[in-house]
Every structure is written in C-alpha cells, then in structure tokens.
C-alpha cells in the first residue's frame, strides 16, 4: 500500500453511509471499548456557525478517513480568542500508519483553518491516546499541551456536602455565543449553571467490557450499591449531558441539574475540570470515573494559564 493509493476529498452526502460505517468500526478504549453512534455524520459539526468536513477514499472509493474542522472561541487570561478546533479524525486500522490522518490534518489547515484567518487551533485527546498524539506533533512544528479531566456524574447521585472557598479554578467551560444555535440544544438555570444536551451531538455505545472489569463492576455495585447501581453494561447506549459556566461560585447547586437531568431520562452528566481544583474536590466523590484528557495546541500554552474552553468542543 502506497501512499498514492488514496485522496483526500471535501466531504458529501454521497459518502454519508460510508463515512458512518467508518466510525462504526472504530471504538474507543482497551477494557471497555465505546463506539461513537450519531444519527448523521455532521451532527457534532452543525452546532458550530462554521466548519468544514474531508475524507480521504482509497482508490476503490472506500471510505478510510475523516475528519472535521470547526470555528469556535477559547478564552485564555480572560481573553476571547477566535480558534479553530479539530476533531473527529478517524483512520481505517488498516490504513494507518500510512499518512492518511498527516493529509486530513494538512487538509483542513489548508481549505478551513487557514481561509478563515485561524492562527490558533487546536484539538482534544485522550492521554492515553499517544497515535494522535504523535500525529499532530508530526504534522503541526510547534505543540502545548494543557491537562483536564472529565468526570462522570450518576445523575441519581446527588452532593452531600458544599464548598465554601471561592478560590477560582483555572479551566472552565462555557457556551460562548448560542447565534444560530438550536434552544433544545442547552438549559440554563437560574443559579448560573448550564446543561448542554450532548446527546444530541452524539450518543456512546458500550460495545465490550473486559472480564476483569466486569468482575470489578460486579463488586463495586454490591459494595455501594448507591453510588455504582446505574453503572451501564455492554450493548447499553449512554446519553449524556455536559456541565457548563460551573465555578467555584455556582458548584453547589450541581444537585438542581442532576435531579433536571434525571427527571428527563439522562442517566450521566459530563464535568470537565482540572484534577486539584476545587470542581474536582466537591464532585470526586460522586463521580464513576474520571477520564484524563489533554488540549492540544499549536500555539503557545502554559499549564498555569487560565483557560476556558466552548462545551460544543467536548
């Protein structure tokens, strides 16, 4: 297999069932391996004002890769800055390795991020995700790197205790312009808090769990049967939601959006904060997991600068 054995091609609507039967193919994970479902190949991409999709296609016409740019705003230092994020780049196992994710990426410099005047991008990953990792090293000459994590909240669990510090926390996330943006998409209350409806962007579908873990799982609900009793098994689909405008201020009246949430038939709520601050302290204790993840940039980005981030990006 030669590199000139594929091209990359603006997407179409022709390629729609090829392009999701490539995600379909893909899972996420080691011990419990998640597909992502979504009910059209651009539903992550329609939330934003602008945005540009590509695919590359072996010369078969076989769908091998995609990926999708999107303009959107993070603020750094308290500062609002246009920014283009890059995200769901996907590569058939068999082609990888082959330069096919290196083209998508320089594709989308060049058809979106570039004619939009986007001197900024950047892209999520997982920590553990260290292919991605190295392809954007490869491809972009300069790289940061700044840590979150995303915790996942029961929303039949509820808080116990409150926080009475009002130390900031340095990563936040908000929904920075709703222009264009459907109302059923997001929540806001009273208190400050936001609630976007993430499921409708995408949904998660447990498509294995290793033994081990099963077995882990088994006792952890007899254990605390409270905390762990909603844990999902393997074929479920998890629908979920993500916190947004949280602070140290607000955090308390997390229990309205779980009890919101739950009364809707949404059985997670997605946290997305750093690992020491206090967002973590207060909601560790009723979470299931915490996931480490990274913002990848190609420009500067300092560990201890202040960072917010738009939660269609999550």
Partial sequence: MKVQDFHIIPYSEEYHDRALQL????TQGNNIQLEIVKDHFLDRAKVFNKSYACMALSNEGRVIGSAIGARTMLAINGEDLPVGIGFDTKVDPEWRNKGVGRMLTKELYKQFFGPQSLSRNFMTAKLSNVPVLKLVSHTVSNTSIYDFVYLTLPTNNRIKKTISTKTPARFGIKLFNKDGLASDYYTQLGSGLGCFHTHKMYRLKIRRISWTY?????????LQPSKYASLPGENEMLSFATLYNHTSNNI????????MLETKGIKQLLVCCRKNDVINQLLESISINRYSYWLVTDFKLDRDDDVSIDVRCL
């Fill in 23 to 26: 995600e379909k193919a893909i």
């Fill in 214 to 222: 099963k077995q882990g799982i088994s006792v952890m609900k007899r």
């Fill in 252 to 259: 308390n009246g997390i229990n309205e959006v779980l009890e």
